[in-house]
C-alpha cells in the first residue's frame, strides 16, 4: 500500500481538499456526499434537538491528519472557531508522529452519580445501613435500567460518604458506548426512597456528577529534542524551557487556567466534532484538574536527558460516547466519525487525549520560542482581512501586509483593504 501524503494538504481550497478525501478513499461514499453537499442537520431535526429554534449555527469543519495513536493513524475531525488551533495541532502531530506517535490508555470507563441525603440525624449509623443494603440498592439501581444489563454494562460499585451536612451515596455504573447521563439519573432517582428509608433522611437532589473521576485516559509521547532546533544546544535549552512551562502550570492556577485552556483548544475541537457534550467534558476536566485541592495544568512535560527526549503526559476523564443523545442525529458527526473510522468510546476517548496533548505541545514550543503571536497572529490576521470585508482574492495581500504591520488589528487590516481597492 502506497504512503499516503498530507503534504501541501493545508495550502488546497476546501474542495480539493475534498478531492484529496475522494482520491483516498478515507470517506465512505454515503459520507462523501453528505461532505460534497454539504449536507447538515435539517431544520426538522435540529426543532427536535432543543427548543425555539430557529434555524442552524455553522462553525469551520476541519481535520487535523496523521495523529498517530497506539500505531494506529487517524485524521482527526475538529470544529473551532479560533485560527491557528488546527494548524498548531496538525504541526505538533506530524513532530509526534515522526517518534512513534502517542501511547494512550484507559484506565476506567464508569460514570459517576450521587444522591445527596440531608436531615439525616445519625449519619454514621445510616452509612452502616446502606452499606449492608449495597446488593440490594444495587439490584435496584439494576432493575430500573435494564438495557444496559443487557449490554453487558450496569452499576458496578457503591459507596457513602459524609461531607458536612450531608452523606452522599455514590454509585459507579459501566456505561458502555453511551455518556450515559439519563442511565445514570434514572438510577440515582430510582434509590432515593430506599436511601431516605435508609437513613431516616431526606434527599435533596439525585443526578450524575461530571467529575468523572472513573473515566480517566492517558496520552503519553516522547520526542526527540531534535524536532525542537537542529541546533544541539539550542534544542537542550527550549527542552528545557518547555518542562519549566509544565512546572509553571503545576504551581500557579494563573498560568494552569490558560495551559488547559490550550488544551481544550483541541479536545472540545473533536469533542464537538463527534457529536459530545462538550460541557460535560469541560466541567470533569477542569474539576479533575484542582483533584488535589490546587488547580493545576492537566499535562506535563519532562526532558529526559539521557534520551535526549522530551516526554509528554495528559491525563484527564475522557467519558465521551460513541451512541446515544444527538450523535445518531447530525450528519456532519456521521462524517467526522467516519473519518476516525467509526471508533468505540474508548479508542475515541484515547485519540481525543492525545490530541489534547499534541495542541499543548504546540502551544507551548511556540510560547517558549518564537512567542504566540508569530504563528497564531499570522493566522489571526486572516480573521482580520475577513471582517474588513476583504474578498478571498484581497485576503491575501492584506494578510501579507497585516503581518508586517505595527498593528495588527481590524483598523489597520480596513486601511489596507482602503489602498489596495484604491491602487
Ligand atoms: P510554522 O513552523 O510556521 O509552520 O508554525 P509551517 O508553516 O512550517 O508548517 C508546519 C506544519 O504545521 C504544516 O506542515 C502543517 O502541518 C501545519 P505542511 O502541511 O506545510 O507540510 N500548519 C498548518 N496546517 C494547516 N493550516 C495552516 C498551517 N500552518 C502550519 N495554515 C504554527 C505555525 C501555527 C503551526 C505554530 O506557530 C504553532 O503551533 N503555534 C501555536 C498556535 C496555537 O497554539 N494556537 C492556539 C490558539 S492560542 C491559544 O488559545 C492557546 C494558548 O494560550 C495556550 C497556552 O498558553 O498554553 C497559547
Known amino acids: 500500500m502506497t504512503k499516503l501524503s498530507w503534504t501541501g494538504f493545508s495550502k488546497k481550497t476546501p474542495l480539493k481538499r ?16 453528505l461532505l460534497d453537499n454539504d449536507i447538515q442537520l435539517s431544520l426538522e431535526t435540529a426543532n427536535q434537538m432543543a427548543e425555539n429554534v430557529l434555524g442552524r449555527f455553522s462553525l469551520p469543519f476541519a481535520i487535523c491528519p496523521d495523529v498517530m495513536v497506539n500505531g494506529d493513524t487517524y485524521h482527526i475531525p475538529m470544529v473551532t472557531e479560533e485560527p491557528s488551533v488546527v494548524a498548531a495541532a496538525s504541526y505538533a502531530s506530524k513532530l509526534i508522529k515522526r517518534s512513534g506517535g502517542f501511547s494512550a490508555e484507559v484506565h476506567n470507563r464508569q460514570v459517576i452519580g450521587e444522591v445527596a441525603l440531608f436531615d439525616v440525624a445519625d449519619k454514621e449509623a445510616a452509612q452502616l445501613k446502606i452499606k449492608e443494603a449495597s446488593n440490594h440498592l444495587i439490584a435496584l439501581a439494576k432493575a430500573s435500567y435494564p438495557s444496559i444489563v443487557k449490554r453487558g454494562g450496569g452499576p458496578h460499585r457503591l459507596w457513602t460518604e459524609i461531607k458536612d451536612d450531608f452523606l452522599i451515596v455514590y454509585l459507579a455504573v459501566d456505561t458502555q458506548e453511551a455518556m450515559g447521563a439519563n442511565m445514570v439519573n434514572t438510577m440515582m432517582e430510582a434509590l432515593v426512597p430506599d436511601l431516605e428509608e435508609l437513613s431516616a433522611g431526606k434527599s ?3 443526578i450524575l456528577s461530571n467529575l468523572a473521576a472513573e473515566s480517566l485516559v492517558t496520552a503519553t509521547c516522547r520526542l526527540s529534542i531534535r524536532c525542537l532546533s537542529r541546533d544541539k544546544n539550542e534544542a537542550e535549552y527550549l527542552a528545557n524551557k518547555m518542562a519549566l512551562a509544565s512546572q509553571l502550570a503545576q504551581i500557579d492556577p494563573y498560568r494552569a487556567a490558560t495551559h488547559n485552556k490550550g488544551i481544550f483548544n483541541g479536545i472540545d475541537a473533536a469533542v464537538l466534532a463527534t457529536g459530545n457534550d462538550w460541557r460535560a467534558i469541560e466541567a470533569g476536566g477542569h474539576a479533575y484538574a484542582s ?8 499535562s506535563t512535560w519532562i526532558y529526559d536527558q539521557t534520551a535526549k527526549e522530551l516526554v509528554g503526559q495528559l491525563t484527564l476523564p475522557m467519558p465521551v460516547a460513541s451512541c446515544g443523545g444527538s450523535i445518531g442525529l447530525n450528519p456532519s458527526v456521521a462524517v467526522a466519525r467516519d473519518f476516525l473510522n467509526n471508533p468505540d468510546a474508548k479508542t475515541l476517548a484515547t485519540i481525543i487525549v492525545s490530541l489534547g496533548l499534541a495542541q499543548n505541545f504546540a502551544a507551548l514550543k511556540a510560547l517558549t520560542s518564537t512567542g504566540i503571536q508569530a504563528g497564531h497572529m499570522k493566522l489571526q490576521a486572516k480573521s482580520l482581512a475577513l471582517l474588513a470585508g476583504a474578498t478571498p482574492e484581497e485576503t491575501k495581500q492584506v494578510v501579507k501586509e497585516l503581518i508586517t504591520s505595527k498593528h495588527m488589528n481590524q483598523e489597520t487590516a480596513q486601511a489596507i483593504l482602503k489602498q489596495i481597492r484604491k491602487n
Not at 478525501?21 to 461514499?29: F, T
Open 291 to 298: 483533584h488535589d485541592g490546587h488547580y493545576r495544568g492537566l
Open 18 to 33: 475534498r478531492e484529496h478525501l475522494k482520491d483516498n478513499a478515507l470517506l465512505s461514499q454515503e459520507n462523501q456526499v
Open 204 to 206: 435533596l437532589m439525585a
